[in-house]
Structures are given as structure tokens and as C-alpha cells.
């Protein structure tokens, strides 16, 4: 079914057609850049109609949680956040929710099917990406508040306890075997490709946008 196919359908009801419009969407550049921070692009709006007509699929809420991080990572690196005309603070808690709400999605997602791979390995990606608060304050020069604090210390543990879940349904799921390791610290075995945390690092500093008066 084409697009417009699938928009008529999921307009009348059918979550599984929001579901796979949602899908196909976000491979759009457009459906992780937002012009202000409670933008909601058309992907996301029907991967939330599908979710909300079936909570308990988790493939829909791995898909949205995919997203929201999409968001969060393109949003980071090119908004108004740096460029002095947007209210930094409004951006910082948009961003940061989508960031919360993707963990909480992957969640559900587990809590539907503990075997779910995408979900889990998803799961321990956000956790193990520690550069997002380093990039904010590279490029703005200010303190993360406190208020909004990233990553809640507890999310390391569930990620580790998600991925040992999985593991006992999929003992050969190298991928789990490997996010793992590096969610409780330590080395990957050399078969799986010594997958690493990912490096703390503060990008170059952005060009500097010059207004016409």
C-alpha cells in the first residue's frame, strides 16, 4: 500500500496502518527536525495514534522511542539552542523529555515482550551515551540544570537487568552479550567485536550565525 493509501486507513482507525505510515515516515529527514521545541512531525503523530489504539505493541513503542532520539541527537546539534534567537531553556526541557520518554518507551516495549532485541539494545545505546550533557555545555557555554538532570542513576541498572532478561530467552544474541559489558563496565570479549561505551567528547564549536540587520 502506498502512503497515501496507508494515511486513509490509518485516518479511519487502523493502528496497524499508523503504525507502518508512522514507519515509513521517519526515514524522512523531516521527521526528526523540529522548529520549536513541542513540534510534533507527522511520523511521530501517527506512531503515537497506533501506540495509543495498542499500548501493549512493542513494536510501535520501540519505533517512537527510536525516534524521540533521533530528535533529541538532530535537535541537539542544529537548533536555535545556539544560535541566540530561542529560549534555551524551553529547547534543554523539549529535549531532554523526548530523551526520558524514549527510555520509558523502551520500557514498555520490554515489558510487553522481554525478548525484544531492538528494545533492550536501544535501551542500553541511551544509556551508554554519556556526550549529550558535554555537548550542551560546549556549545552554550552554560551548566546543565539541575532540575533537569539527563539520565537517572537507576537507568544503568534496568538496562543491565532488561539485557540479562533477553539474554536468558536469546543466549546467543551477541549484540546483548556485548551492550552488556559495557553497561556493567567491563571488557567485551574479543569475539564480539570489543564494543565500547561510547567517549565522552565535546564537538567543535558550531559556526557562528550572522544576522542581516
Not at 544560535?83 to 531532554?96: E, F, I, K, V, Y
Not at 537487568?161 to 536468558?168: D, I, N, Q
Request: aromatic share 6%.
Amino acid at each position: 500500500m502506498d502512503l497515501e493509501g496507508l494515511r486513509q486507513a490509518a485516518e479511519a482507525g487502523d493502528a496497524g496502518a499508523a503504525r507502518e505510515l508512522g514507519h515509513r515516515l521517519c526515514v524522512l529527514e523531516g521527521a526528526s527536525s523540529l522548529e520549536m521545541p513541542d513540534d510534533v512531525p507527522e511520523a511521530e503523530g501517527w506512531l503515537r495514534r497506533a501506540l495509543a489504539a495498542e499500548p501493549a505493541d512493542p513494536v510501535t513503542a520501540t519505533l517512537l522511542a527510536g525516534l524521540l532520539l533521533r530528535q533529541f541527537r538532530t535537535v541537539l546539534e542544529f537548533s536555535p539552542l545556539y544560535d541566540g534567537t530561542g529560549d534555551r531553556q524551553a529547547w534543554l526541557r523539549s529535549l531532554w523529555g523526548r530523551r526520558a520518554e524514549a527510555f520509558e518507551l523502551y520500557r514498555q516495549a520490554l515489558d510487553a515482550d522481554p525478548a525484544h532485541a531492538a528494545a533492550a539494545n536501544g535501551m542500553a545505546l541511551l544509556v551508554l551515551d554519556e556526550s549529550t550533557t558535554d555537548d550542551f555545555v560546549c556549545y552554550t557555554g552554560e551548566d546543565e540544570p539541575e532540575d533537569l538532570d539527563a539520565q537517572d542513576p537507576a537507568w544503568r541498572a534496568e538496562a543491565a537487568r532488561r539485557l540479562r532478561a533477553l539474554l536468558a530467552l536469546r543466549p546467543r544474541d551477541t549484540m546483548a552479550a556485548a551492550h552488556l559489558a559495557a553497561v556493567l563496565g567491563e571488557p567485551s570479549p574479543s569475539h564480539l567485536g570489543g564494543l565500547h561505551p561510547a567517549r565522552r567528547r565535546c564537538r567543535p564549536e558550531p559556526p557562528k550565525i550572522v544576522r542581516a540587520c
